[in-house]
T-cell receptor, first 113, second 111 residues
Framework: QQPVQSPQAVILREGEDAVINCSSSKALYSVHWYRQKHGEAPVFLMILLKGGEQKGHEKISASFNEKKQQSSLYLTASQLSYSGTYFCGTQQQSGGSNYKLTFGKGTLLTVNP | DARVTQTPRHKVTEMGQEVTMRCQPILGHNTVFWYRQTMMQGLELLAYFRNRAPLDDSGMPKDRFSAEMPDATLATLKIQPSEPRDSAVYFC?????????FGEGSRLTVL
């Protein structure tokens, strides 16, 4: 079940903040966030686990609401280097033989000077 | 600098031809994924392996796609026969739970 991301695209000026949302219709064990720059491979940003653990990356942080099966990625004081497509990936069950990571369609973030 | 290596980086072929894409995962990673990326669908999971055993290939068109891991250092994705709708970027990723490392991708164009 592919998670749904919103918005599909967002344009910012350098220094502005942004929030990207990810939601699933299924109960989730973890949510993963990746960033992909044009023509490059996706790069891992962070993982949020069931149980409320939050992890941050520089000025990028995220939250995970288990009850709503939703996650949000917060980009604070955006920099030009933040431009790219952000993907959330969801895992429905913990480890073992069920480590299946399904990605949303992505949110294109453009940061202008 | 450990990284996932994919070959070829670019492939242009004609409809009906066989295409084989190869992936060398990072040494020590026991989980390997194949994803396909298109503008319309984003990153679609095609198949994944753990300790070389296929765990899920439900995302692959079974009649034309096949994925294997002959050994721990090589994963292959084969399309036979290829069709124009297979045109996409195919990514291999390896990792342990929590973080995947993606290769640079194989851009496939089927004419």
């Amino acid at each position: 079940q592919q998670p749904v991301q919103s918005p599909q695209a967002v344009i910012l000026r350098e220094g502005e903040d942004a929030v990207i949302n990810c939601s699933s219709s299924k109960a989730l064990y973890s949510v993963h966030w990746y960033r992909q720059k044009h023509g490059e491979a996706p790069v891992f940003l962070m993982i949020l686990l069931k149980g409320g653990e939050q992890k941050g990356h520089e000025k990028i942080s995220a939250s995970f609401n288990e009850k709503k099966q939703q996650s949000s990625l917060y980009l604070t004081a955006s920099q030009l280097s933040y431009s790219g497509t952000y993907f959330c990936g969801t895992q429905q069950q913990s480890g073992g033989s069920n480590y299946k990571l399904t990605f949303g369609k992505g949110t294109l973030l453009t940061v202008n000077p | 600098d450990a990284r996932v290596t994919q070959t070829p980086r670019h492939k242009v072929t004609e409809m009906g031809q066989e295409v084989t894409m190869r992936c060398q995962p990072i040494l020590g990673h026991n989980t390997v994924f194949w994803y396909r990326q298109t503008m319309m669908q984003g990153l679609e999971l095609l198949a994944y392996f753990r300790n070389r055993a296929p765990l899920d290939d439900s995302g692959m068109p079974k009649d034309r796609f096949s994925a294997e891991m002959p050994d721990a250092t090589l994963a292959t994705l084969k399309i036979q026969p290829s069709e124009p709708r297979d045109s996409a970027v195919y990514f291999c990723a390896s990792g342990a739970p929590g973080e995947l490392f993606f290769g640079e991708g194989s851009r496939l164009t089927v004419l």
